[in-house]
C-alpha cells in the first residue's frame, strides 16, 4: 500500500483531523523522553489519533492487512525508546482515549482510557479518599496506558506495589485487529494470566484500550521525615536499618550531594546544603501507627548518624519536602546542559558498593553523576550530567552507561526497574538472559503477535525477532518430533 | 544469585515421599522425584519424546483441582527441590526451590521477623511451586495481595529438555515480559517451576482477630461493610457460615501497642456478642476457618469457588441462600472474602444421579456469577464439563501460548481451563 492510500484509508476511519502525515507534524513523534543519542529515532509514515476502541480495531486491521509495523504511544515519557516507531508504519497515539469512564467505590476500582494522565486519576478519586498508587515522577504528564506498557512504578511503589499490583483487567486489541478483554471485575477467571503478559510488555502484544485499575485508600495518616547525613553510605546504611527493624516506609527515596546543591537554590525544599546526603522517608497508616514509627525511624536515624532529622505531617509541609525530590530532574539544567537518567536495580544490601563503583565510574569518565534514587527498592536512577554539543560527550556517557549496567548485573542486580527496555537496554539484554531465557520469551510474543509488527526491534537483543524467532525451542523440538503444526 | 545453600541455606522439611496413587481416577505408570532442575527437564524432554503425559505434584493439596487428566503417565513430585537457595532479610527478598513446604519457609523466614504474607487453604502443607501452579489464596489477599503480588523470579524446566529462569532476586524488574506471574495459576500446563523468588515482608508485630455471630447473613454482610469502610484497614474480612449459624471474622494487624485499641474499634462496629483472638491465636483461628476451602476431594464433597465483583457479593450470599433451597443441595460450608468478591462453598448433593445434578448447579451458578470454579468433586462427576468455567474470550491465545510451550502436550494434558 503507498502512503497516499495508506493515509486515505486510515482518515475513512478518523477523519482528516484524526491522521498526521505532513513531515512537520511527524517530526515530534521520532522521539521519546530519552536523550538524544541515548535511543534510536525513526519517523513514522502516519501519527493516528483514534477516540474509540473501535477505530484503534480498525487502523490494526488495517495495518495486518498491509504488513505494516504499529507502534501505540501515550504521552510520550519512556526513557527506553518505548514509543518510538523503529521501524516507521502507524502509530497509534491514545492521548484523545482520555475519558475516566467509571469509578466505583464500591469495588475500589477505576476504569479508564489509555490516554487518561497518572496524576489526574488521583486527582479525581482523592477526593473521594481514593489513590492511583504507581506514582512515577512523569505522573504529571505520563497516561495510564503508557504505565501499563512499562509496568511503571515510582516512589511509593516501595509499600503498594508497581503497576501490575494495581490492574485488575484490560480491554486489549490484539495484532490481528480483534477487541477482547483480559481479567476483570471479578478475580479467579480460568485460563492464563494474560493480564499479567500485557502489563510491561512494552506495546509488543496488543494495545490497551480500557484499563481497569484498583483505586488504594488514601491512609488516614502521612508523616514526611527528612534525615541529613554526612555522606551517601551513612544514608544507605541507616536505610537498611529502616527495613530491619521490619519497617516498610510507603516511600524511602536518597538524594546525594550533588542532587541536593542542583535542587536546593531551586526550589528551597529545606534541604541543609552542607549535607553529603538526604533520606525521604515516608510513612503512612493509622494515625497511631504513624505517629510512633515516626519516633521509631527517627532514632534509628540518628544512631546511624544523620546530623539532622526532621519531620512534617501537614500536608504544604510533606509538600515542600517532597517538591526538591519531585522537581529534581528539573534542577539539572542548573549544573549542565543535558542528563541522562539511568535505571537499574541492585539488592538493597549492594546500594553502597553500587554507589561506589558509580562514583569510581564517574571520576573515570570525567562525568558528574548525581543520585537521586529509589533507595528502599534498591532501584538506582544515576543522572549523568553533559553537554551533547561538546564532542565526546554523549560518547562517554553511553561509555558509563554500559560500566554501570554491567557491574549491577554483576551483583544481582537488573537492568531496568521502571523505564523498560525498549531500545534502550536491548543489546545488554543477554547480559542477564540466556538464549533458552529469551526463547520463553519469544514465546510469548509469538502467541499474541505471530506476524511481529506490534512495536517491532523492542526488548530482544537486535535482529533477534528477525528470524531466530522462528527457530524457536518449541518449534525446534515439534520438528525434532516430526510435527509440523505451526 | 547464589546455587549452594550456605549457612542461611540448606533445604527446609523433609520428604514424606507421599505421592498419589492416582489423579482424577487415573493412574500412573511411573514416579519420579528428581532432585535438581536439570533432571526435571531432562525428565520432561524424554516423556516428551515418548509421548507421555506428566503431571507435576507438590504436597497433594490441592491434587482435586482442574478437569480430569487427558492421559497420566507419569507423576514428577518436586519433594526433593527444597532447598532455601538465598534469603536476604536485608534485602526482604527469598529464592526457595518449588518443593519447599510453605509452613517450613515461614518457620525459616520468621526467624528473621519476616514472612511471606499469604494464607491459602491448607497452606503450611502446601509447597510452593503447587502455590504458584494453583494460584490459590485466603484471606489475607484483601490487604497483601496473593503469591502473584510476591513473585519476583522464578526457574521452569521445560519439554524441551531447557530451564530457563525469568526475573531476579530484586523487588522492581521490568527486564522482558513478565513471565513468573504468566506461570501463576498456570496449573504446571506450561512447564515445572522448579524455583521461586519472592519479595518478602517483615511480620506484623501484633495481630488480633475479633469473630462475631450473626443473625442473617444480611446482618454478616452489613456488618463487614462497616469494617471495610472503617479507618481500619483489616488484613482479612470474611462472612461465613458454618453449622448453619452466619458468623463474621476480621483480622487486624498493626504495633502491639495499636492492636488491642483497633479491636475494640471493631467490636464496636459488630453487634451482638464478640470474640477476640490474639497473636498465634489468632492467626490459628484463620487456618481452621479456611481449611474447608481446599481444594481436596473428600467423599462426596463438591467445593466450589464463586468470584464476582466485591459490590455483588451480598447479592450473591443471597441469591445462594435461595439456590440452596430450590435446588436441595446441603451446603455444609461457606466461606465469602467480602472485599475480595470470592466465595468459596463445600457442599453435597442430596438425591440421585449426583452428577448432573452438579452440572446443573453449575448451569444456575454462572448465571449469578461470570466466574465460577470446580475445585473438587469426585471425578466422575467432573466429566461433563469444564471445572473452570466459561473459556474465557482469549482462549485462542491461551491455546498459542500453550502450543509454544509444551507443543506435544506433555504437561497436565486437559487438566486446565479450555481442557488445555
Known amino acids: 500500500m503507498n502512503r497516499t492510500s495508506l493515509v486515505e484509508r486510515l482518515e475513512g476511519i478518523l477523519g482528516p483531523g484524526g491522521v498526521f502525515h505532513r513531515p512537520s507534524d511527524l517530526l515530534v513523534y521520532e522521539y521519546d523522553g530519552s536523550v538524544d543519542g541515548a535511543v534510536d529515532t525513526a519517523l513514522p509514515a502516519a501519527v493516528t489519533l483514534p477516540t474509540t476502541t473501535e477505530q484503534v480495531a480498525a487502523i490494526v486491521r488495517l495495518a495486518h492487512e498491509a504488513g505494516l509495523p504499529v507502534t501505540a504511544r501515550g504521552a510520550g515519557t519512556g526513557l527506553s525508546g518505548g514509543a518510538v516507531a523503529q521501524q516507521g508504519g502507524i502509530i497509534v497515539s491514545l492521548t484523545r482515549m482520555d475519558r475516566i469512564v467509571e469509578i466505583d467505590r464500591a469495588d475500589r476500582t477505576a476504569l479508564v482510557e489509555p490516554g487518561v494522565i497518572n496524576l489526574e486519576l488521583s486527582e479525581t478519586t482523592l477526593p473521594q479518599g481514593y489513590f492511583f498508587a504507581p506514582d512515577p515522577s512523569s505522573q504529571r504528564a505520563c497516561t495510564i496506558g503508557g504505565n501499563v506498557a512499562e509496568n511503571s512504578g515510582g516512589p511509593h511503589c516501595l509499600k503498594y506495589g508497581v503497576t501490575t499490583n494495581h490492574v485488575l483487567g484490560l480491554e486489549v486489541v490484539l495484532p490481528d485487529g480483534r477487541i477482547v478483554w483480559t481479567g476483570g471485575h471479578a478475580d479467579g477467571g480460568p485460563g492464563y494470566d494474560l493480564t499479567a503478559a500485557m502489563v510491561g510488555s512494552e506495546g509488543m502484544l496488543g494495545i490497551v484500550t480500557k484499563a481497569l485499575v484498583r483505586l488504594t485508600p488514601a491512609p488516614e495518616a502521612t508523616l514526611v521525615l527528612l534525615a541529613a547525613f554526612g555522606d551517601v553510605d551513612a544514608a544507605s546504611h541507616a536505610t537498611s536499618r529502616v527495613i530491619g527493624a521490619g519497617i516498610v516506609p510507603a516511600a524511602l527515596e536518597l538524594m546525594d550531594a550533588l542532587t541536593i546543591q542542583a535542587v536546593e537554590p531551586a526550589y528551597h525544599a529545606g534541604y541543609p546544603l552542607d549535607a553529603g546526603a538526604v533520606l525521604l522517608i515516608e510513612i503512612d497508616g493509622v494515625v497511631e501507627d504513624v505517629r510512633a514509627l515516626g519516633e521509631e525511624i527517627a532514632a534509628i536515624c540518628r544512631e546511624a548518624g544523620a546530623t539532622e532529622v526532621r519531620s512534617a505531617t501537614a500536608q504544604a509541609e510533606r509538600d515542600l519536602l517532597w517538591k526538591g525530590r519531585k522537581m529534581a530532574l528539573a534542577a539539572m539544567g542548573r549544573l549542565a546542559p543535558n542528563y541522562y537518567l539511568h535505571d537499574t536495580v541492585v539488592p538493597r544490601s549492594k546500594l553502597p558498593a553500587t554507589l561506589h563503583r558509580v562514583d569510581e565510574i564517574s571520576r573515570h569518565f570525567d562525568l558528574p553523576i548525581a543520585n537521586v534514587f529509589h533507595a528502599g527498592d534498591g532501584n538506582l536512577h544515576p543522572l549523568m550530567l553533559f553537554d551533547r554539543r561538546r564532542a565526546g560527550d554523549v560518547e562517554r556517557v553511553l561509555e558509563a552507561s554500559k560500566e554501570i549496567l554491567h557491574y549491577c548485573v554483576e551483583v544481582g542486580g537488573a537492568l531496568s526497574g521502571e523505564h523498560g527496555i525498549g531500545t534502550e537496554k536491548r543489546d545488554y539484554v543477554t547480559l542477564v538472559y540466556s538464549a533458552d531465557d529469551l526463547a520463553a520469551m519469544a514465546g510469548i510474543k509469538n502467541s499474541f503477535d505471530p506476524a511481529g509488527c506490534f512495536n517491532p526491534e523492542k526488548l530482544f537483543p537486535k535482529g533477534y525477532m528477525c528470524g531466530e524467532v522462528r527457530a524457536l525451542r518449541a518449534q525446534a523440538m515439534a520438528q525434532k518430533l516430526g510435527i509440523y503444526a505451526f | ?420
Request: zero cysteines.
Open chain 2, 1 to 420: 544469585m547464589r546455587s549452594e545453600p550456605d549457612d542461611r541455606g540448606g533445604a527446609v522439611g523433609g520428604i514424606d515421599g507421599e505421592l498419589p496413587a492416582s489423579i482424577d481416577g487415573l493412574t500412573p505408570s511411573t514416579f519420579v522425584a528428581p532432585a535438581t532442575a536439570q533432571e526435571v527437564a531432562e525428565v520432561l524432554a524424554d516423556a516428551a519424546e515418548r509421548g507421555l503425559a506428566v503431571a507435576p505434584v507438590g504436597a497433594g493439596t490441592a491434587l482435586a483441582l482442574g478437569n480430569p487428566p487427558d492421559r497420566l503417565d507419569l507423576v514428577l513430585s518436586t519433594a526433593r527441590l527444597r532447598e532455601v537457595i538465598d534469603y536476604e532479610p536485608t534485602d526482604l527478598v527469598l529464592s526457595v526451590g518449588a518443593g519447599a513446604r510453605l509452613g517450613d519457609v515461614q518457620t525459616v523466614l520468621a526467624e528473621h521477623g519476616q514472612e511471606l504474607p499469604i494464607d491459602p487453604p491448607r497452606g503450611d502443607e502446601a509447597t510452593i511451586g503447587g502455590l504458584i501452579a494453583t494460584g490459590l489464596a485466603g484471606p489475607r489477599r484483601l490487604a497483601a495481595g496473593t503469591l502473584r503480588d510476591l513473585l519476583i523470579g522464578v526457574a521452569v524446566a521445560h519439554p524441551s529438555g531447557t530451564v530457563t529462569k525469568a526475573g531476579g532476586m530484586v523487588v522492581k524488574n521490568v527486564t522482558g515480559f513478565d513471565l513468573p506471574r504468566i506461570y501463576h495459576g498456570s496449573l504446571g500446563t506450561l512447564g515445572i517451576v522448579v524455583s521461586a523468588n519472592f519479595k518478602v515482608l517483615p511480620l506484623p508485630r501484633a495481630e488480633a482477630t475479633v469473630t462475631a455471630a450473626a443473625p442473617s447473613w444480611e446482618a454478616a454482610v452489613a456488618a463487614a461493610e462497616r469494617l471495610r469502610s472503617s479507618r481500619l484497614d483489616p488484613a482479612a474480612l470474611d462472612v461465613m457460615r458454618r453449622d448453619g449459624a452466619w458468623s463474621i471474622g476480621v483480622r487486624l494487624m498493626g504495633r502491639e501497642a495499636t492492636v488491642g485499641g483497633l479491636a475494640d474499634e471493631a467490636r464496636a462496629l459488630l453487634v451482638g456478642e464478640t470474640a477476640v483472638a490474639t497473636g498465634a491465636e489468632s492467626a490459628a483461628w484463620w487456618r481452621g476457618y479456611t481449611a474447608d476451602q481446599a481444594a481436596i476431594a473428600q467423599g462426596d464433597d463438591v467445593v466450589v469457588r464463586i468470584s464476582v465483583r466485591p459490590r455483588a457479593v451480598g447479592g450473591l450470599i443471597g441469591s445462594l441462600v435461595r439456590l440452596e433451597e430450590e435446588q436441595e443441595v446441603q451446603v455444609g460450608y461457606l466461606g465469602a472474602s467480602v472485599g475480595v468478591g470470592s466465595v468459596v462453598l463445600r457442599l453435597r448433593l442430596a438425591g440421585d444421579n449426583p452428577a448432573s445434578r452438579l452440572a446443573a448447579l453449575r448451569e444456575a451458578l454462572l448465571t449469578l456469577a461470570d466466574q465460577v470454579v470446580v475445585l473438587a468433586a469426585p471425578s466422575a462427576w467432573k466429566r461433563g464439563f469444564d471445572v473452570w468455567g466459561r473459556p474465557p474470550e482469549t482462549i485462542d491465545v491461551m491455546r498459542s501460548l500453550k502450543h509454544q510451550f509444551d507443543p506435544v502436550r506433555v504437561l497436565n494434558p486437559g487438566r486446565f481451563a479450555g481442557r488445555i
